[in-house]
């Protein structure tokens, strides 16, 4: 990544997964260095057991690309583009991933709305 990001952080901190930015990954198709990068990074991933995320897929080609490299997972506007709270409640509705939020005498409306959460094996 960049920013805050750091090497050290692998052996300091616990994760679960490691992420590319989106800043080598939208550029890794015209970018020798950013490829070459997005190619170490997963390299690190593999030979630490970490499953990957890359950021900024924009193009079904980087999917490939990425699929290649050993990435397993992947966020970009290829997938979809960013919405509304609104706009969030209105697709989990259709497609029956929400249900009826439980009150917690809160002052919070009963008939409220909250994803439904998946386990591993349901996803």
Known sequence: GTG???LAHLRA??????KIDRSFVSTMETNPESAAIVSAIA????SLAV???AEGIEEESLIHALRDLGCSKGQ???YGMPLSIEQVTTLLAERNLLQPRKSLN???REDAVFPV???AAGQ
């Open 76 to 78: 970009g506007w290829h």
């Open 117 to 119: 959460t998946r386990t």
């Open 43 to 46: 390299g690190l991933g593999a």
């Open 13 to 18: 901190l616990p994760f679960d997964r490691i």
């Open 51 to 53: 499953p990957i995320t």
């Open 4 to 6: 805050y990001s750091s």
């Open 106 to 108: 809160l002052g919070e």
